[in-house]
């Protein structure tokens, strides 16, 4: 596609429920990368593919939080018994150079979650 | 440790006056530095960036940015601001290093563009 694609914009859990967030980059792109955003905050690094290896995980803030991108392409960000601080927009980014891009990432829109 | 500041939670301006939003950094070496914007509900957009070269930058929207070496500062300018400005900004810093590909971010400005 001409952007990258988050689905679905908006997710509403209850506290205790596991969800699955989708990212699908620009095509080719090789990295990719998965923010968190608080609101009124900047982006928080979470994760980093180039290909299908995540190569960084330290953002992660439990062990609740998984990303997996298994063929390069599509990612999916899962967190299980979702809490209300997990409550924010986990915005996914994409970039066509792997580690030696010299150029900002393009985002996607974004999945607001709630949890309630 | 590697920082951006903003140091302007929210910038008033009416429209047809110029606009600042400020950005200062704290990195080691020579960073790329970009800036992007954020409208209500929507992802985050590039807007530009600094790689090498002249050091007034030109981006989208009419918006530029001129880079300080010795004030490490990359603020974001505009001549005349538009109603539609109106959006929350964010700065950020990569290390030239390419296994440092984390984008360093600041808190964001809240510019506010009154008619």
């Known amino acids: 596609g001409a952007g990258v694609s988050q689905s679905p914009r908006y997710k509403v859990a209850k506290r205790g429920q596991d969800v699955a967030l989708r990212c699908d980059p620009i095509s080719g792109h090789v990295s990719l990368f998965w923010y968190q955003q608080a609101l009124g905050q900047g982006p928080e690094f979470l994760t980093y593919?180039?290909?299908?290896?995540?190569?960084?995980k330290s953002g992660l803030p439990s062990d609740r939080f998984f990303a997996e991108r298994p063929e390069g392409s599509v990612s999916t960000l899962k967190i299980q018994r979702t809490q209300q601080e997990d409550s924010a927009v986990y915005l996914c980014a994409s970039s066509d150079a792997g580690q030696t891009t010299n150029y900002g990432y393009t985002f996607g829109s974004g999945t607001r979650l709630t949890v309630v | 440790a590697q920082s951006v500041a903003q140091p302007e939670d929210q910038v008033n301006v009416a429209e047809g006056n110029p606009l600042t939003v400020k950005c200062t950094y704290s990195v080691s070496g020579n960073p790329y530095l970009f800036w992007y914007v954020q409208y209500p509900n929507r992802g985050l957009q590039f807007l530009l960036k600094y790689i090498t070269g002249d050091n007034l930058v030109k981006g989208s929207y009419g918006f530029e940015a001129e880079f300080n070496k010795s004030q490490t500062s990359f603020h974001l300018k505009k001549p005349s601001a538009l109603v539609s400005d109106s959006a929350l900004y964010f700065c950020a810093v990569r290390d030239r290093v390419d296994s440092n590909y984390q984008l360093i971010w600041g808190a964001g400005t809240k510019l506010i563009i009154k008619p």
């Open positions: 593919f180039q290909n299908e290896a995540q190569l960084d």
